[in-house]
């Protein structure tokens, strides 16, 4: 890798590409039929400010094993449940955690660094997540309690509300989880001639919507239908003047300037004579402040999904210490520039500044405890 570009090319794989409709249009669709089609007496159930807390953030801390987003489409996500009444904290927790750990991200850092940060990663990104949230629900604790009385009092924007419909909206949200599922299976493009997959995946998605909004006629009826619709539509229109070119510029900055990996970690020529540009590497890049620099650069760099696992074990490869590659781990798919940009947008700009500061605490924290107790990395292909 010589510069940043090389390592993470953004337009290639997530803006200028089919896989943006088959993964963004679903999730902006099941954010729309969450506000319309989920009761909020659901919502405040499970994620609300009088839910049992081990309930409501447990819920939100494992979300990322259900779905599997970026840290940019698990926002309109996050506005659904904020609109359904859901407590700050909860949805903090759930906006972190959802991008942050899954199933698919477990299994590829275990295969491509090592069951150790595998493992941190999976036991670490709930607990931070909870963390997260419990300290913006304190911090914003008086906003909490007005968003719960005017939830309780407002009108239900949801017109689904006997039982057989709200089974049905389960029914109905599973499924667009499903779609959500089948528009991010980039494995199925290897399975099929090259540049065939993405196409597959995006007629399936069409066709299941399809049949999705019909489904939704005859079980909810067109008024309900109609109002998903404007729902899904707001969200858009909130969300993607922000998104659209903050990831351009993100991608600009990193594909077009150059940013050398050597101020990231140490060349070859720079270990041999002694010279270990920002001390990044081991044992020196297990100290508080390169962890911390490791943070703050993995929260706002924007990596797709997976790529920060490259990422990380590229660096790793050239001797960056363990505590800034979990950093890299942490920080890199939960958060991002642009997503902070829309969640401070949907939130309010003042919860975004305190998220991005607790979570690059807490990350560096974390990663910091890693670092120093494990000491170095050594890749099989390194000891053989």
């Not at 959802?98 to 607990?127: C, D, E, M, S």
């Not at 210490?321 to 890299?328: N, Q, V």
Request: glycine letters at 10%; aromatic letters at 10%.
């Amino acid at each position: 890798m010589g510069t940043l570009g090389e390592a993470v090319d953004v337009f290639k794989c997530c803006v200028f590409t089919w896989n943006v409709l088959t993964i963004v249009l679903p999730a902006f669709l099941l954010a729309g039929a969450l506000v319309v089609f989920v009761p909020s007496h659901a919502v405040m159930k499970y994620l609300g400010a009088k839910a049992n807390r081990l309930i409501s953030y447990g819920v939100a801390a494992i979300s990322g094993n259900v779905i599997t987003v970026c840290s940019c489409n698990v926002v309109p996500i996050f506005a659904g449940i904020l609109r359904r009444g859901a407590g700050i904290g909860p949805a903090f927790c759930f906006v972190f955690a959802a991008p942050a750990i899954h199933i698919v991200n477990t299994v590829f850092t275990y295969q491509v660094i090592g069951a150790k940060l595998a493992l941190w990663r999976l036991l670490t990104v709930p607990i931070v997540a909870i963390f997260v949230g419990m300290t913006l629900a304190l911090l914003f604790r008086r906003e909490g309690q007005a968003r719960r009385q005017d939830a309780e009092a407002g009108p239900a924007v949801a017109l689904v509300q006997t039982p057989g419909q709200t089974k049905r909206g389960g029914v109905f949200l599973s499924a667009l989880v499903a779609v959500m599922i089948f528009g991010a299976w980039t494995p199925l493009d290897d399975r099929l001639p090259e540049g065939v997959g993405q196409f597959v995946r995006l007629g399936g998605v069409v066709v299941v919507m399809a049949g999705l909004t019909w489904l939704a006629v005859r079980w909810f009826g067109k008024e309900e239908t109609l109002e998903w619709g404007r729902q899904t539509y707001l969200l858009l229109r909130m969300i993607l003047p922000i998104f659209i070119p903050a990831v351009i510029a993100i991608g600009l900055l990193i594909g077009y300037v150059t940013i050398p990996t050597e101020w990231i970690s140490p060349t070859a020529a720079q270990q041999e004579s002694g010279e270990i540009g920002l001390k990044f590497g081991h044992p020196h890049g297990n100290a508080f402040l390169p962890v911390l620099l490791s943070s703050i650069f993995a929260t706002l760099m924007y990596f797709p999904m997976l790529t920060e696992v490259v990422f990380a074990k590229g660096v790793l490869l050239q001797r960056v210490a363990l505590g800034p590659a979990l950093a890299l781990l942490l920080g890199g798919p939960g958060l991002s520039l642009p997503g902070l940009l829309l969640v401070g947008r949907v939130a309010g700009w003042r919860k975004m500044v305190a998220y991005w500061v607790v979570m690059v605490l807490l990350i560096t924290v974390v990663a910091y405890a890693f670092g120093s107790y494990y000491g170095r990395y050594l890749c099989s292909c390194q000891l053989q």
